[in-house]
C-alpha cells in the first residue's frame, strides 16, 4: 500500500511530462493508456517496482492520477482542516493536547495557529514546556536546541526560519525589521489563519530578535556542554540579558573560535630536502572599521549606558548631569539648561535649540542617517550673529579657541578587527576614544598572550608608528615579530622620507611575504576587504545597547567564519587549528 501511495503521489508530479510524451492530437482531458517509457523507467527505478508493478499500478490508478490536485494534499491544506475542524474534537497535527493558544511561524505552512500545552508532574510540582521546565521559579532549558522555540508568551518561531533570518543578516545586511517585513508578505500564508484566533500572525522584529538570541545561546550552551538556567519570572526580552553578558566576556577574552585557525592561504610552511614541513610562517591583520553604538559622553568609558534613548551618561557618571555641558567648563548647570551661565556657553545651547526646530536642519539630519559614522551627537559650534558680512578679523595674538559643547551622548570610535590572511576573523575590540597605536599593541598582545600563539608578522597600516612605539619601550617582541605596512598602504599612504618605516616597515624586507615571482604571498590588504563587509551593518547597530551590538556582532562574525572554512575545505586549503592551541586555551 505504501508503494501504490508513493506511486500516485509521484507520477501526478510527472503529469506534464507524461503529456509532453504524447502527439500532437491527444486529449490532455484523458490519461494515456501507456506510460511513456522514460517515464516507466524512472518509476521503476526510484520506488524500486518491477516493470509488471508499473503498468497495473497505472491501469489501476491512472484515472486517479490525473485528477489528483498537489494542492489539495499540501501540508499547508492538511493544517486548514485541521484548524477548521480539529479543535472541536482536540485532534491534528497541532492539536493533540490543547493548551493555550499560540502562533507558530514556520517556513513551509507559514503562520499558522496552534496551541502550546504543558504537564505538571505532582510529585514535584515542576512544570514541563516544550522548551523548558520551571521549578521554584527557576527555568532549566532542555538539552540541545528545539525545532520551534518560544519568544514569547503566545509565539513560536521554528528553528530554520531563524537560521534564515540570519542567514539574510549574513548575506544581504537585512535588518530585523527588514527580515519581519520579507516573512509577512511572502512567507505568512495568510490562507492559514483563522479568522477567531485571539493573537496576531504578523511577525514582529522583537520575536526575531528573541528568536535570534535563544538560538545563539542554546547553540553556545550545547557546544559548551553547559545547561541553560534562568529566571522564570524576567520579561521576555531580559531573560537571556546574563547569559548574553557572559558569553560577550568569554568572546572578548578569548576571541573567535576560530582564533587558532589556519590553512594554506594564511600560514607559508618551509620545508626540507624530504619534503617535510620543518618550520611555518604565519600573518595576522588589523584594521579598523567605523561601526558604532552610543556610550557614555565621558571620553574613553566602557560602561555602557542604562537607556541608550535618554541618557547622557553611564550609571557611574550621572553626577556629570549638573557640570556645563561645554567641554573643559566645570562650572555647575543653571536650572532648566545644561550649561552654566557664561553668555558664550548660553549661547551654544540657544543656538542648537534653533537649529534642531528650523526646517533647514531636516536635511543633514536624513543625509546623517546614510553616512558610515554619525557624529557624536548634540555637538554644536558658536555662530556669531553679528559677523556675517563683516571683513575677517586678524588673528589675536591669543590664538583661535574653539568653544564646543556635547548635549547628547557619544557613539564608540570603531571596531578594531584582527584576522588571518585568508579572512579568518579570530578576534575583534572596540575603540572607545580613538584609534591609537598603544591600544593596538595591546590588543595585539591579548589576543595572542598564550605562548606560541604570537604570529611571525603583525600587519597594519601604520605600522611604523607601532614599531616606534615598541622600540621606545624597548618590547623585546621586535626580536621575534616582524611588523610590515600592509602593501597598498606602504605603496600610497606613507613617506618616502620616513627612514623608520622604510627601513623597518617596507613589506619588501621580508623575504616570507613574497612568493619566487615577486608577487605577495599573504593578502595584506584582507582586513580592508572584511571592512565593506562589516561596513554594511553600521545602519543595523548603531542604536543599539552595548550588550546586544557586542552580541550579534560576535555571532555574525562567528557565522560568516563557518562559512569560509566550508570554503576553504572545499577548495582544498585544508583548514585546521595549530597543534597545542585550542579555543579557550
Known amino acids: 500500500m505504501d508503494k501504490a501511495i508513493r506511486f500516485i503521489r509521484i507520477t501526478a508530479s510527472l503529469k506534464r511530462d507524461i503529456i509532453h510524451s504524447q502527439k500532437s492530437n491527444y486529449n ?100 514541563y514546556h ?74 514582529r522584529s522583537e520575536l526575531i530578535w528573541n528568536g535570534i538570541s535563544h538560538l545563539a545561546i542554546l547553540e553556545h550552551y550545547e557546544h559548551e556542554g553547559k545547561t541553560l538556567v534562568v529566571p522564570h519570572g524576567s520579561k521576555q526580552k531580559d531573560r537571556l540579558s546574563e547569559p548574553i553578558r557572559e558569553r560577550n566576556k ?84 543653571s536650572a532648566g539648561y545644561l550649561t552654566c551661565n557664561e553668555p558664550t556657553h548660553r549661547q551654544l545651547e540657544i543656538t542648537r535649540k534653533r537649529r534642531n526646530a528650523a526646517n533647514f536642519q531636516l536635511r543633514p539630519q536624513l543625509q546623517r542617517t546614510t553616512v558610515a559614522t554619525p557624529p557624536d551627537e548634540d555637538t554644536a559650534i558658536p555662530v556669531d550673529p553679528s559677523s ?66 604570537m604570529p611571525e608578522f603583525f600587519i597594519y597600516d601604520n605600522c611604523c608608528g607601532v614599531y616606534n612605539h615598541l622600540h621606545s619601550q624597548k618590547d623585546p617582541i621586535l626580536k621575534s615579530v616582524g611588523f610590515p605596512v600592509d602593501a597598498f598602504h606602504y605603496d600610497c599612504k606613507h613617506s618616502r622620507t620616513d627612514i623608520i618605516c622604510r627601513e623597518h616597515c617596507n613589506p619588501r624586507l621580508f623575504l616570507e611575504l613574497l612568493n619566487d615571482d615577486g608577487t605577495w604571498y599573504f593578502n595584506s590588504s584582507k582586513c580592508e576587504q572584511l571592512n565593506v563587509w562589516l561596513g554594511g551593518y553600521h545602519a543595523i547597530l548603531r542604536e543599539m545597547k552595548a550588550d546586544r551590538y557586542n552580541f550579534l556582532l560576535d555571532e555574525l562574525i562567528m557565522r560568516k567564519n563557518r562559512v569560509l572554512k566550508a570554503k576553504l575545505e572545499k577548495e582544498g586549503h585544508l583548514p585546521s587549528y595549530v597543534p597545542g592551541l585550542r579555543y579557550n586555551s
Open 28 to 127: 490532455h482531458a484523458e490519461a494515456p493508456e501507456v506510460l511513456p517509457d522514460v517515464v516507466h523507467e524512472f518509476l521503476g527505478g526510484a520506488l524500486d517496482l518491477d516493470d509488471e508493478f508499473v503498468k497495473g499500478c497505472w491501469d489501476a490508478f491512472k484515472r486517479t492520477i490525473w485528477m489528483y490536485d498537489p494542492n489539495l494534499h499540501s501540508s499547508a491544506a492538511d493544517a486548514r482542516i485541521f484548524h477548521m475542524h480539529g479543535k472541536d474534537h482536540s485532534l491534528g497535527e497541532f492539536l493533540k493536547h490543547p493548551g493555550r493558544k499560540v502562533v507558530l511561524f514556520t517556513l513551509e505552512d507559514g503562520a499558522c495557529a496552534t496551541y502550546h500545552y504543558k504537564l505538571i508532574c505532582p510529585s514535584c510540582n515542576t512544570t
Open 250 to 333: 568569554l568572546f572578548e577574552d578569548e576571541g573567535q573560535p576560530e582564533w587558532a585557525h589556519y590553512c594554506e592561504k594564511c600560514v607559508r610552511f618551509t620545508f626540507d630536502d624530504a619534503d617535510q614541513p620543518v618550520d611555518m610562517t604565519r600573518a595576522a591583520i588589523c584594521d579598523g572599521v567605523t561601526i558604532t553604538h552610543p556610550c557614555c559622553s565621558v571620553a574613553h568609558c566602557t560602561e555602557p549606558l542604562a537607556n541608550i534613548k535618554r541618557d547622557r551618561f553611564c550609571p557611574g557618571h550621572q553626577h556629570r548631569l549638573k557640570v556645563c555641558a561645554v567641554e573643559r567648563c566645570e562650572q555647575e548647570v
Open 388 to 453: 556675517e558680512g563683516a571683513t575677517c578679523a586678524q588673528k589675536p595674538d591669543s590664538g583661535i579657541h574653539r568653544v564646543t559643547a556635547r548635549f547628547g551622548r557619544r557613539q564608540t570610535h570603531n571596531e578594531q578587527i584582527m584576522a588571518r590572511p585568508c579572512g579568518m576573523i579570530v578576534a575583534r575590540a572596540t575603540f572607545f576614544g580613538s584609534e591609537t597605536v598603544p591600544q593596538t599593541v595591546a590588543f595585539l598582545k591579548k589576543v595572542f598572550r598564550v605562548p606560541g600563539s
Open 130 to 203: 516544550n522548551n523548558y521546565s520551571v521549578s521554584n521559579h527557576v527555568r532549566t532549558y532542555y538539552p540541545g536546541v528545539p525545532d520551534a522555540i518560544e519568544v514569547g508568551k503566545h509565539q513560536f518561531v521554528a528553528r530554520e526560519v531563524v537560521n534564515m533570518f540570519m542567514n539574510l543578516m549574513l548575506i544581504s545586511w537585512t535588518s530585523a525589521t527588514n527580515c519581519a517585513e520579507v516573512y509577512n508578505r511572502s512567507l505568512s500564508k495568510m490562507e492559514n489563519h483563522p479568522k477567531e484566533w485571539d493573537f496576531s500572525f504578523e511577525l
